[in-house]
């Protein structure tokens, strides 16, 4: 069995945890939710799951039972720690009228900022996007032009603004780039898809403009956000190697040591996609907490012997 989450990701996530401690994952069936599950997985600390409706989440090495939201439940539990991975993603944007993505998301931070003020919460992880500050501040920009990215940033000013007046730590986790081997419908995020095709003989780039990223793995995102939360509160963006879609997929080649055709359409002239943070602060944060991250090329041969163990 390849284990989803790096070694060294866990170890810094556990020593993130006092021993007292008992973690809720709000938004839990996702790939980020079964991605703190993984993380979880073998220590001990109680744990609650929480998702839309009652489901089983898979984690790699297991499932955990994960609820329907219950405030009482979740009150009773008495969670120090929260991970917060539940928002209606931008892929719904266009299937729900807008009136009713906008209320499904207030109703969801209306929740987090319940939870932070819990007496019992010490910590809160909430994951955010890059799009509530991509390509300028989404305030400026309206709820019509981006409701996602929007919705976050109004999400994240929200919570920050909660952790001035709670005893809680929170910590605004703004991914733009990840990667990670419990990535749903892999063949849907970049990265992944990417590498699936390396092992099909041919890629294929579709962009015909440059698109500009940098990576991290998603569990050293969390371990790291954690980490950091023991510290104080704030905002930490993602970061990892700037890297072109071109390069990339050549990397991906040289990484899982594959000769593949790669093909791309005709520069079109395009201005550059260049979705990622400009910020040092991954750096500076993996330093402080004394993580190494995984390289661009650990993360490549990650992700493909887990999803090629799946399929074993």
């Not at 940033?153 to 929200?158: H, I």
């Not at 050549?250 to 040591?257: F, G, K, N, T």
Request: net charge negative; with cysteine; glycine share 8%.
């Amino acid at each position: 069995m390849v284990d989803p989450v790096r070694a060294e990701a866990r170890s810094l996530f556990l020593s993130a945890l006092h021993d007292s401690d008992r973690v809720l994952v709000t938004g839990a069936g996702g790939w980020f939710g079964s991605t703190v599950a993984a993380l979880l997985h073998g220590s001990g600390h109680p744990a609650a799951f929480t998702t839309q409706r009652p489901r089983v989440v898979s984690h790699g090495w297991g499932v955990v039972e994960a609820i329907g939201w219950n405030w009482n439940a979740v009150q009773d539990f008495a969670p120090t720690v929260v991970f917060d991975c539940a928002f209606v993603l931008r892929d719904y944007v266009n299937s729900m009228p807008i009136e009713q993505y906008v209320h499904a998301n207030t109703v969801v931070t209306a929740r987090l900022l319940q939870l932070a003020h819990l007496p019992s919460v010490r910590a809160v992880i909430s994951v955010s996007s890059g799009a509530a500050v991509h390509p300028q501040d989404a305030g400026v920009r309206g709820v019509e032009a981006d409701p996602y990215g929007y919705l976050k940033r109004q999400a994240e000013l929200a919570l920050l603004a909660v952790g001035e007046t709670v005893a809680a730590r929170v910590v605004v986790a703004r991914s733009w780039s990840l990667s990670g081997a419990l990535v749903t419908r892999p063949e849907r995020y970049a990265f992944s898809n990417l590498v699936m095709q390396a092992r099909s003989g041919v890629i294929r780039v579709e962009a015909a403009h440059e698109v500009w990223r940098r990576y991290v793995g998603v569990d050293d995102f969390f371990a790291v956000a954690l980490a950091k939360a023991a510290g104080s509160s704030g905002v930490l963006d993602s970061g990892g190697e700037l890297i072109e879609f071109g390069g990339l997929a050549q990397r991906i080649c040289d990484a899982l040591s594959v000769t593949v055709e790669i093909r791309r359409p005709a520069p079109s002239g395009q201005v550059a996609d260049e979705y990622y943070s400009r910020s040092d602060a991954w750096d500076a944060a993996c330093s402080e907490v004394g993580l190494a991250p995984a390289s661009l090329d650990d993360q490549v041969v990650d992700v493909d012997a887990y999803l090629r163990g799946l399929v074993r």
